[in-house]
């Protein structure tokens, strides 16, 4: 298998499983999935890389045991989160930019939850970035916990053991087979297509406030007072 050549080697899927194996896998999921640390990390490419890899033998791993560990490290990972949440509280907000920490992610992350609520924790499991905000923004609101556990244990089977099944499942199939560099690079722009879309729509939103505020009627005054003086 070709190394795929999507930024630092170092985040490559088929790097990662071959330096790290399941268990290294299951650390980064579960770093994912609700520590600030892991907005960066491959979640999606990972778990298809990891199901594509079991299932072409390329992988010594039981493919069903593998779904269980990361559904339980990504449930874990969300719980992680949301306690961190609820013990920073609004001081979260507050917090300065670093290299590794940008209050843009936590103010996106925040505006997802409130849009879709509860479900939110499900529907951010499949965006990247979001999905490891999400759980930290529901402590901080203060989330049912009963909710909270319900929301992230669908949330965890569904992208889990979803996303890996998947990758088994194309795995057989000749074409992705011969093709798994492709593959691999289509499901990382999928992955990123979210954000893509968030941006634009985030600059288009920044150009409205800007000629709105532009057309605004304490802009009128200056104007005649300009053609005035000519």
Known sequence: ????????????????????????????????SGLLIGF??????????????????????PLWLCVVLICIAAILGDQAGYLFGKKVGPALFNRPDSKLFKQENVVKAHEFFEKYGP???????FVPIVRTFTPIIAGVSGMRYRSFITFNII????WGAGVTL????????????????AILILIVLISVVPIVIEFLRARGKSKKVAAAAGDAP????????????R
């Open 1 to 32: 298998m070709t190394t795929l050549a999507l930024g630092p080697s170092w985040l490559d899927p088929d790097y990662l499983l071959n330096t790290f194996g399941v268990w290294g896998l299951l650390a980064i999921v579960f770093a994912e």
């Open 166 to 181: 998947l990758g088994a499942w194309l795995g057989n199939i000749e074409f992705v087979h011969k093709n798994i560099e």
């Open 218 to 229: 304490g802009a009128a005054p200056a104007s005649r007072g300009r053609h005035a003086k």
């Open 40 to 61: 960066f990390l491959p979640g999606d490419s990972l778990l298809f890389t990891t199901g594509l890899l079991i299932t072409t033998k390329q992988l010594d791993f």
């Open 119 to 125: 479900k939110s924790l499900v529907l951010a499991r």
């Open 155 to 158: 949330g965890g089977v569904l």
